[in-house]
């Protein structure tokens, strides 16, 4: 293996000075120019031994141009002069002959952000495929001498954002994150864990892998249970699959519309309103939008110009906010909010052994796989459990058993919450592991 340099990603100045020569070059009414770029590294292992160790560089510059009510969006990998003038000139082609959008909103005005900056490290920026395969070598090598079949991915971001409008908008972001998933598995049995950090070195790796060993082999030989209701205990990467949907479906156009759980009807089933503001979930529930929390240290920005700052979601179990995209908010007379991302959790300083250790019957689940829609409106989900799920009994995992179905509404769920563990991040989330008094299981499945 030979060793690589890492390619070098715009600076600031470099950045807006380039968003700069677009706006210049633009003979629309107006104008909105966006680059991206990233170095991109993924490691994959399977078998204990790597399959997979790669590095990619990519930039792109998106322009769209208004006139009017109507608009279009080029772009281009290429930032040499002659091909950005092309793309200009596309852009501004396409808009005057694109129709007219229903749902048209005007430029940005420059806005005001937090002022941070998102985490940026710089022994993950400059991480090499070398270093990387070395890592994963390390996982590997513990999966072999344990016995079990190991496998996963472990991989670095470091990514620019810009913005720019021709009313004058500027904004400029960098930032790294890491993400590091195992699996292993032996015989019947199968553990998954994943985590995520600003830098590839705050990753838990060895703990994660260990810990995935020992589940693994404590997973063998898993008994039937019937399905049904049961206290259950979440590990935060298993609730963070499901707090997603939760999170993604408190939009203020869905509740309005009556296509929502938060939508509130009349007797003849009109939409009348929504339920902000009232008691949903348990009181222990607390969520917000939170992108300077320090385990993320996101961008205070979206990619659209709206800020990205601290926003309370969930309150003492009571909804305190809806998201309004900039069309919805403008119809109703509201403030735009922006997407609800990143999304943060809070939890306590309990860890999952804690948990489990104050059930005395119940089902420990650590992964919820393939999860999807069964009811939008009242938000009812339907999904599996994985990679090892046991029966509590006393305090304690008593044993493994079969991996079951489940159907749920979600916000029943939330309202069911009891108890708290400690927040990690997966992802672009924060959350805890929880314990919640009721959640229904519809069947067996032969999922491993």
């Known amino acids: 293996m030979t060793a690589t340099t890492v390619p070098q990603l715009p600076t600031q100045e470099e950045a807006l000075s380039l968003i700069d020569q677009v706006i210049q070059q633009s003979q629309a009414e107006g104008v909105f120019v966006t680059l991206q770029a990233a170095n991109e590294n993924l490691s994959r292992f399977s078998e204990n031994q790597i399959s997979q160790n790669i590095q990619t560089n990519q930039a792109r510059l998106t322009i769209t141009s208004y006139y009017g009510q109507r608009s279009a969006s080029t772009a281009t990998s290429e930032l040499d002069p002659e091909a950005i003038a ?32 998102p985490a940026f490290d710089t022994e993950t920026a400059n991480l090499s495929p070398i270093t990387r395969g070395e890592m994963v070598q390390q996982v590997c090598d513990r999966t072999s001498k344990a016995g079990v079949n190991g496998s996963g991915t472990l991989s670095s971001d470091t990514s620019v954002l810009a913005i720019g409008n021709s009313l004058g908008l500027r904004a400029f972001q ?65 609730l963070a699959d499901l707090l997603f949907f939760l999170i993604f479906n408190l939009d203020a156009r869905a509740a309005d519309e009556g296509r929502s759980f938060m939508s509130r009807y009349n007797d003849t ?169 009721e959640f229904h299981f519809s069947s067996i499945t032969d999922s491993v």
């Open 174 to 238: 960098q930032n790294t994150q890491a993400n590091f998933s195992v699996t292993a598995r032996i015989d019947d049995g199968s553990s998954w864990m994943r985590r995520s950090a600003c830098a590839v070195g705050d990753l838990p790796m060895v703990e994660l892998t260990e810990n995935a060993i020992a589940r693994a082999c404590q997973s063998r030989q898993p008994q039937e249970i019937s399905p049904g209701k049961y206290p259950v205990v979440f590990e935060g990467a298993a």
């Open 269 to 437: 089933g009109e939409v009348v309103g929504n339920y902000l503001g009232e008691s949903l979930f348990s009181p222990l529930v607390q969520i917000a939008r939170y992108s300077g929390h320090p385990a993320l240290q996101l961008s205070p920005f979206f990619r659209d110009g709206l800020p990205n700052s601290y926003l309370d979601i969930v309150r003492d179990g009571v909804p305190q906010a809806l998201s309004y995209s900039r069309y919805w908010a403008q119809q109703q007379g509201k403030q735009p909010t922006g997407m609800f991302l990143p999304v943060v959790m809070a939890g306590s300083d309990r860890s999952t052994a804690d948990l489990i250790a104050q059930t005395e019957r119940g089902i420990f689940v650590s992964r919820a796989w393939y999860v999807r829609y069964v009811n939008p409106r009242t938000l009812e989900v339907t999904g599996m459990t994985r990679d090892g799920t046991f029966w509590i009994e006393n305090g304690k995992l008593a044993y493994p058993i079969k991996n079951l179905r489940f159907n749920q509404c979600l916000p029943d769920m939330m309202a069911q919450v009891d108890a708290l563990g400690t927040p990690q991040r997966y992802g672009m989330s924060v959350v805890p592991s929880v314990r919640v008094r």
């Open 86 to 117: 092309q793309t200009v000139r596309r852009s501004e082609e396409f808009a005057q002959i694109a129709p007219e959008d229903p749902e048209w909103v005007p430029l940005l005005e420059p806005q005001t952000y937090e002022d941070r900056q």
